[in-house]
């Protein structure tokens, strides 16, 4: 038999098989997804900034001043005026001397990583690292160490029995499945101990969700100056597209060299340039947007709760409903979806076996009668499969 086909039946007999969902309409609180409305509770744009009109705007501007495509690489043709800008924007937003932009998060954390790290460098990744980081250490010569998800304690007992010349401590900000902060504050403070040891953050989805100003994790535990490597990506709360590491001057005239992603790549189009830049000047002031998410997690981790539902603790809009069964969690989301609420099955290998969820990701725009219609919604079809086992 074909060898691709087999695969394919394989993938399908584990319920493991994905499949593209099209959407027809923006990426709002309400969209069309194959055809039917639905209540979106899966979309990183957290601030709904992905369909601004603002964000909009900008970018048609953009594109009757530059044309569509870059025509270059950044360090060939592909740099125009907005970019030196995006990456000014970006520097003072996340409190750094400088920063360079990618075409995504993905190619940010391989090409930043394996730019830094070669055989002399010891990795020390938290086991929950979202799987670009993973890709990145991988594409290193470093020794990759992994340590105990969110625990201190073990990396500072690894970092002792390794004993590193040079190391690169990297870690989620919020981690991206099950929604928890990491302790951003204690990994500062330990990294801070050792002259050789540096730290990097993922800051995906704490970017325009955590702290005052959204800038992040850092500033959410007020150690901005403590976070060597900042990452992050402009594809989720910032309603844009592209990923971005800021942090000393040496640290981003180094990655303009050496970054093979950044360099070996077509630079992105100016009018998704324009959008970050215009979406940056927005953000910070939307406090109250982000107070609201804060506030509805709450509010929807408690009913869950309460009616038996097996919920990770989150600070953060992504609430993982943990299911268990693959083929279970698929049903669950397919029933959903019949009844107008969209909420993908995530199923292994983005997670572990056994740990099949819902992946709840939450807006800031829901008013709180949306949100309470959906919360029926999904507890009563979550009785009625059995899935509220907790009680
Ligand atoms: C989404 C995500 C990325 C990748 O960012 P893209 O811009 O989507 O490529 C990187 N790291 C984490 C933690 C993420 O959640």
């Known amino acids: ?133 993973i890709d990145g250490c991988k594409l290193s010569k470093a020794k990759i160490i992994v340590y105990k998800h969110c625990d201190t304690s073990d990396l500072a007992k690894k970092i002792k029995e390794v004993n590193p010349k040079r190391a690169l401590v990297i870690s989620d900000g919020v981690f991206s499945m099950d929604g928890d902060i990491a302790p951003v504050k204690e990994l500062a403070f330990l990294c801070e101990k050792y002259s050789n040891i540096y730290l990097m953050i993922d800051d995906a989805h704490a970017t325009g969700v955590l702290g005052e100003t959204g800038s992040g994790s850092a500033e959410y535990f007020n150690v901005e100056d403590k976070v060597d490597i900042k990452l992050g990506t402009l594809s989720k709360a910032v309603g844009s597209e592209g990923g971005y590491v800021a942090g000393s001057k040496y640290l981003i005239e180094f990655l303009r060299n050496r970054a093979r992603s950044f360099i070996f790549s077509t630079a992105m189009s100016p009018g998704i340039v324009a959008a970050s830049l ?15 998410l804060a506030k509805n997690s709450k509010y929807l981790q408690k009913s869950l709760k309460d009616n038996g539902f097996n919920v990770i603790k989150s600070s953060t809009p992504i609430i993982s409903l943990v299911v268990g069964d693959e083929k279970l969690t698929s049903e669950y989301s397919r029933r959903l979806l019949e009844v ?19 992946r709840i990701v939450l807006m800031s725009t829901y008013s709180k009668a949306e949100l309470e219609e959906a919360l029926e919604k999904i507890i009563k079809i979550g009785i009625e499969l059995g899935v509220n086992t907790n009680n």
């Open 340 to 358: 107008g609420v969209y909420i993908p099955a995530i199923r292994p290998p983005t997670v572990r076996t056994g740990t099949s969820r819902l």
């Open 278 to 292: 215009k979406s940056l000047e927005i953000i910070e002031d939307m406090k109250e947007a982000r107070i609201n």
């Open 1 to 133: 038999m074909d060898y691709f086909k087999e695969q394919v039946e394989l993938i399908k007999e584990n319920g493991l098989f994905r499949e593209l969902k099209y959407l027809s309409k923006p990426q709002d609180k309400y969209t069309v997804i194959e055809g039917k409305e639905v209540f979106l509770m899966a979309s990183s744009n957290y601030l709904g900034l992905a369909n601004d009109e603002r964000l909009k705007k900008a970018v048609k501007e953009a594109v009757d001043k530059y044309g569509v495509g870059s025509g270059g690489a950044r360090l060939t043709t592909g740099s125009y005026e907005l970019n030196k800008k995006l990456e000014e924007a970006i520097a003072k937003f996340k409190q750094a001397e400088a920063a360079i932009v990618y075409n995504t998060g993905y190619m940010a954390n391989v090409g930043t990583i394996s730019a830094i790290c070669d055989k002399d460098w010891v990795i020390f990744s938290d086991e929950l690292n979202h799987a670009s980081i």
